[in-house]
């Protein structure tokens, strides 16, 4: 370890306004990308001297225009080492020389402008394998602008419309819609309990009537749950069975008749893709139940625990489970089988 009287530095933390100001110029933003270039995926973040980092970065840039730059990011995204000693991080590979790396805020900074850059990939028509659980008509789905859509071309009924990160894309569409999948869940699930999956802020819950969220075809939906985060910005619309994902007893009574909802896209789950098993009860104040069965899982979610059901371990007919919430999303009453 440091010694004992070492003491990492600490800087005020910068308000949104002077932290666009500071990546906002093409030397600074040089200097994150090609320190963040630098570490790589593995390890501790490697320091790159004055010299290295502004011929890395561009040295056509004066000297003292370059190191203007660079200071003004020193404290906020980058740290400048002394004798290879990292001032937040005690274990660095290469004690031998000083110079400057990412502090950890640059670190998620570059790592967020990484995950969220796009050029100009898409999918026009993805085989979803899926008929609208409203009409029976066969649902499409894209990928452009960053932007995940699945939608029934005849009702309008719509199952997904979210930024998804480009990492998703893949020549093969099932792994595509895989990974959109898993990132889906994480983000929706991430919002369930509380925490916003973008900065981890407490989010916020406030039921909305489908008729004020301009959602096509708002009639299909009985209740929207608004989870939005006041310190970045970030929100989204959940249905009642979404946000139930994370319920113990929802995940113990699907697991015990074969389906695994921790796994299965949630498109494919229609207790939780629409609100054809949701009704509201109240809504001064909202009290809304959700009735959870195995009737609500698509074919091709059903075809995964076959073996399962096989073995003994399958839907009983007739059997549901009901759940019913309150306004701040508590289960205040369970129904079991």
């Known amino acids: 370890m440091a010694g004992e009287d070492h003491e990492p530095a600490t800087e005020a933390a910068p308000t949104a306004e002077e932290t666009f100001a500071l990546v906002g110029n093409e030397v600074r933003a040089g200097i994150l990308r090609t320190l963040s270039d630098a570490r790589?995926?593995?390890?501790?973040?490697?320091?790159?001297?004055f010299s290295e980092l502004r011929s890395r970065v561009d040295a056509d840039v004066r000297s003292s225009q370059f190191n203007y730059h660079l200071q003004q990011l020193v404290g906020q995204f980058v740290e400048k080492r002394a004798d290879g000693n990292a001032q937040l991080v005690e274990d660095v590979v290469d004690r031998e020389d000083g110079g400057y790396a990412l502090r950890p805020e640059g670190t998620m900074l570059t790592r967020t402008i990484r995950a969220r850059t796009t050029g100009d990939e898409s999918v026009?028509?993805?085989?979803?394998?899926?008929?609208?659980?409203h009409c029976g008509t066969p649902v499409e789905a894209t990928?452009?602008?960053?932007?995940?859509?699945?939608?029934?071309?005849?009702?309008?009924?719509?199952?997904?419309?979210?930024?998804?990160?480009?990492?998703?894309?893949d020549d093969d569409e099932r792994t595509l819609l895989s990974q959109v999948g898993e990132h889906q869940r994480h983000v929706r699930l991430s919002f369930a309990r509380g925490a916003c999956p973008l900065c981890g802020n407490?989010?916020?819950v406030r039921f909305v009537p489908p008729s004020d969220t301009g959602y096509p075809r708002p009639d299909l939906r009985e209740a929207c749950i608004n989870r939005a985060c006041d310190h970045c910005g970030h929100r989204n619309y959940l249905r009642v069975g979404e946000a139930l994902l994370r319920d113990p007893a929802l995940i113990s009574f699907c697991h015990e008749r074969g389906l695994d909802v921790t796994t299965t896209p949630i498109w494919e789950l229609e207790f939780a893709a629409t609100d054809r098993f949701t009704t509201v009860r109240s809504t001064d104040p909202w009290e809304v139940a959700l009735c959870v069965s195995l009737d609500g899982v698509s074919a091709s979610g059903a075809e995964r625990s076959s073996a399962d059901r096989s073995s003994g371990r399958g839907p009983r007919e007739g059997d549901a489970l009901e759940l019913v919430v309150d306004e701040d999303l508590s289960v205040v009453e369970r129904d079991d089988p």
């Open 40 to 49: 790589g995926g593995e390890g501790s973040p490697p320091s790159l001297s």
């Open 124 to 133: 026009d028509r993805l085989a979803v394998d899926l008929d609208c659980y």
């Open 143 to 169: 990928y452009r602008n960053s932007i995940f859509k699945m939608q029934c071309p005849d009702c309008e009924y719509l199952y997904e419309y979210d930024l998804v990160p480009p990492g998703v894309l």
């Open 202 to 204: 407490a989010v916020g």
